[in-house]
């Protein structure tokens, strides 16, 4: 047996034991411990007892409360739903100007509108909804498949080139690379387009941009429409306007006519209800009008 | 080369024949695979081992009188490595910060993308340095309180270098893109059926050291790095089970999927915690702290009482990192209750270092060395508690998925793990070079103020981030939906993602100060000490009682 010495400093004994000179105090285990492991315990008990907690072969104790989460979480968002429903249920027959019309319908609508944009749109569109290269500004008046609150949530649910059953279609083809256009060609169709929106160019190149419109005419103008401003039903967007997509320079306009494009916007039914598409659409037409001209 | 003898360098060599041959086996058969490089890592490694077993092979055999003194070679190194690991590691975390701040940071490089640098980083800290710190110490304190050298001169290195080759393969396979997608467990197949055999070796060279003890009781510590041992290798090797596509590709799949992949997975990572970061380091803290203070343990009743209540309650806990999600509802309950019921051992082993310093509060006061230790075990009982908390499910629906969590794992990261290493190293340092002091005490005082500093400014900044990051993704406006888009939290956690990047970043230089004030001490060290005082007692004491 070892025996222990008393420690001068605080009284107890040591146990007697002793490595490499460090020994240990025969203290007793504080009583505090000893409380609040029997008190953590008791509360441990208490929970077992209330709620699911310990496995019985193929099923579990399901406690005393009956508490079921997914229950409880299907009310809850039952709940909250319904409380939403009453200012958003006449959103998908509203019109846009009765929604601007209702005051505090358009503060919950902007308020609303804000985080769906934010947390669906806005990784491709930017916050401001300005758009990008690729992607299109949607604040500005361009709109490629219409702009009115019943083609936004069209265009929303079905998407654009998607695999959605009723998606729109659309297809700029790679006219130089499939050889419709040689690369001459090619510089003088840029030529008249960008005419379209900077006459400037029209009246130092007269005779490139005549050449550039009688291509036009032969080659876009099935989609692109007779003056180039655009067919809103094939998607085809304008050209006569300063809105680009995928960029209004020399450049990037020969890119698009030699290898062509071809957009993809996601289908967001399924994710997003009939309401909040159209809140969405709301909420852009607004932000639109709201922008400095 | 001299300390080993014929025997062991016959299975150096051996053991370098037989890397060298895997090694070139992998590369050759998974050439165009990840695989092949890592083959290329084993090949030359095996190399350099015979390289250096063969230029020493005919050197004089090792003293006869060997087991009259320590082995300490193997605890010097490790404590270099692990304070270089540490260094590197905490220079790619404080990286990885400044990207969270400057997202355009990475060159458009993908070994640079946060995904593949942030395992770098934690792989680092935790394996790199934690790792080599345990092993480094667990050496040195096996064989101080057993008073016995370690058995043979083989295995320690062994296990040390293979330990170390395991991190580089892990490390350098990340930035390849190789990774298991296992949280603290990211290493491929290979990788982890290496770190096995190391880690059996591990084993086994404590279990023949304690076994060879000339005292009649086994010390408190070896307990803790007796349970960090043996628990590691049972949680690496069962969440590590997988099936790897082919012998020579470096992708393998899991051998569970779903909601059980998850359970094994944070079953391993929530253990891994307990018995790598906390059972480990409280092995450390029960020698190194005592010792410095010069004051017995509190109480060894109370040391009994929290092993076996860490031990026991934290390997139900793991399921509370699984709240609110497919597991079912009783899993969560159970690893809820005793996540709470684990705080009590918990805070009586942080009470238990705290109160053997009673009687020695002078020292903590002037000497930075205990500072660190007297701190890291007030971080523990803060971390412990702070854990607890958040395994509350309702505390969990604030916490989860936020910054709250990384400012949690930093508490203990930085404040606990961290500090009581590097109070451990500044104790065991001039012990082992066998001189009187560090370099400089001054530069103990700077290291110890920039980490105390740096590890409050990130704690803080992360609960403060954590807590708006929280609330802002559950407050809904006046009519039921989200105030906030996800965007919006981003960018309310700007200037918290600065504050923690500088506090990361004065952590980092109190690593830097560290391992010059250790080089420096291994520089001028002169050997000032004689061996007297700290050798191996010869004949075994009587038996436990």
């Known amino acids: ?293 | 080369m001299g300390h080993l003898t014929q025997g062991e360098r016959e299975l150096a060599l051996l053991t370098g024949a037989l890397l060298l041959a895997l090694g070139m086996l992998m590369m050759v058969m998974a050439w165009g695979d990840p695989l092949s490089v890592h083959g290329a890592m084993f090949g030359f490694s095996g190399a350099a081992v015979m390289a250096v077993t063969l230029r020493g092979m005919f050197a004089p055999a090792p003293d006869e009188n060997r087991f009259a003194s320590y082995y300490d070679a193997p605890s010097k190194a490790g404590i270099v490595i692990a304070m270089i690991w540490g260094v590197f590691a905490m220079f790619i975390g404080d990286w990885v910060a400044w990207l969270l701040v400057f997202p355009e940071m990475t060159f458009d490089a993908g070994w640079a993308s946060f995904g593949r640098l942030r395992p770098v980083h934690t792989t680092g800290v935790i394996f790199g340095f934690g790792g080599n710190a345990l092993i480094a110490t667990s050496f040195h304190v096996v064989q101080r309180t057993c008073r016995t050298r370690l058995p043979d001169q083989f295995s320690p290195w062994f296990v040390l270098l293979g330990y170390n080759l395991f991190c580089l393969i892990a490390v350098s396979g990340y930035m390849l893109g190789v990774t298991q997608s296992k949280e603290y467990a990211e290493p491929e197949w290979y990788a982890d059926i290496w770190l096995v055999i190391v880690w059996v070796a591990y084993f086994l060279l404590y279990m023949r050291t304690l076994a060879r003890r000339n005292e009649p009781h086994i010390y408190v510590a070896n307990w803790y790095f007796l349970a960090f041992i043996l628990v590691v290798a049972i949680l690496h090797i069962v969440n590590g089970l997988a099936v790897p596509v082919s012998a020579f590709s470096a992708k393998s799949y899991s051998a569970f999927s779903g909601v059980q992949d998850a359970m094994t997975q944070w079953w391993y990572g929530h253990n891994a915690v307990a018995f790598f970061l906390t059972a480990g380091f409280l092995g450390m803290m029960y020698y190194y702290l005592p010792m410095q203070a010069g004051r017995p343990i509190y109480s060894y009743r109370t040391s009994i009482v929290s092993f076996w209540g860490i031990t026991f309650f934290y390997m139900w806990a793991g399921s509370h990192h699984l709240h609110y999600t497919a597991l079912p509802f009783w899993v969560q309950t159970l690893g809820m209750s005793f996540s709470i019921m684990l705080l009590i051992p918990s805070w009586a082993s942080a009470a238990n270092a705290l109160l053997t310093l009673n009687g020695a509060w002078d020292k903590v006061r002037t000497d930075a060395t205990l500072r660190f230790m007297a701190l890291a075990a007030i971080f523990y009982g803060l971390s412990t508690f702070e854990g607890s908390f958040m395994a509350i499910r309702p505390v969990n629906a604030l916490s989860h998925y936020t910054d709250w969590t990384v400012g949690h794992v930093h508490a203990g990261a930085l404040g606990w793990v961290a500090l009581i290493v590097f109070g451990a190293f500044y104790a065991a340092t001039p012990k082992l070079w066998k001189c009187e002091r560090m370099y400089s005490p001054g530069l103990i005082e700077v290291h110890f103020w920039l980490a105390l500093s740096g590890t409050l400014i990130y704690v803080f900044a992360m609960w403060n981030s954590g807590i708006i990051q929280g609330l802002m993704w559950r407050t809904y406006n006046d009519g039921g939906t989200l105030a906030y888009s996800f965007m919006d939290s981003v960018n309310a956690m700007y200037p918290y993602y600065i504050a923690r990047a500088f506090g990361g970043l004065l952590f980092l230089l109190g690593a830097v100060v560290g391992l010059y004030n250790i080089v420096m001490t291994i520089r001028t060290a002169a050997d000032t000490l004689s061996e007297a005082e700290d050798r191996p007692l010869g004949p075994i004491l009587e038996p436990a009682e």
């Open chain 1, 1 to 293: 047996m070892s025996v222990g010495e008393r420690d001068p400093h605080s009284g107890y004994m040591t146990t007697g034991h002793e490595w490499n000179g460090i020994k240990e105090l025969n203290t007793p285990v504080p009583r505090p411990v000893w409380l609040f492991l029997i008190a953590s315990f008791l509360i441990s008990v208490m929970m077992w007892v209330l709620l699911p907690a310990w496995p019985l072969g193929s099923t579990f104790t399901r406690g005393a409360l009956g508490y079921n989460e997914r229950a409880a979480l299907d009310e809850r968002v039952a709940v909250a739903a319904s409380a939403r429903a009453s200012w958003m249920t006449p959103l998908e027959t509203m019109s846009y100007e009765e929604a601007r019309a209702d005051s505090d319908l358009l503060m919950r609508v902007k308020q609303t509108g804000q985080t769906l944009f934010g947390d669906n749109c806005a990784a491709c569109h930017g916050v401001e909804a300005k758009g990008g290269p690729g992607y299109p500004n949607l604040v500005d008046t361009a709109w490629l498949w219409g702009g009115d609150i019943d083609a936004i949530s069209e265009t929303l649910r079905v998407g654009i080139n998607t695999e959605h059953p009723d998606t729109q279609y659309a297809q700029m083809p790679s006219l130089g690379r499939d050889g419709a256009l040689d690369k001459k060609s090619i510089l003088r169709v840029i030529s008249y387009v960008q005419s379209l929106s900077n006459p400037a160019i029209a009246e130092e190149a007269p005779a490139r941009v005549a050449e550039g419109n009688a291509l036009f005419a032969e080659n876009c103008s099935s989609c692109h429409g007779e003056d180039a401003k655009g067919i809103q039903e094939l998607g085809a967007p304008n050209l006569a306007d300063k809105a680009w997509i995928y960029g209004g320079d020399r450049a990037s306009l020969y890119q698009t006519i030699q290898y062509g494009r071809n957009g993809h916007m996601p289908a967001w039914e399924g994710r997003l209800s009939e309401a909040e598409r159209r809140l969405l659409a709301i909420y852009l037409l607004d932000l639109a009008e709201s922008q400095p001209q």
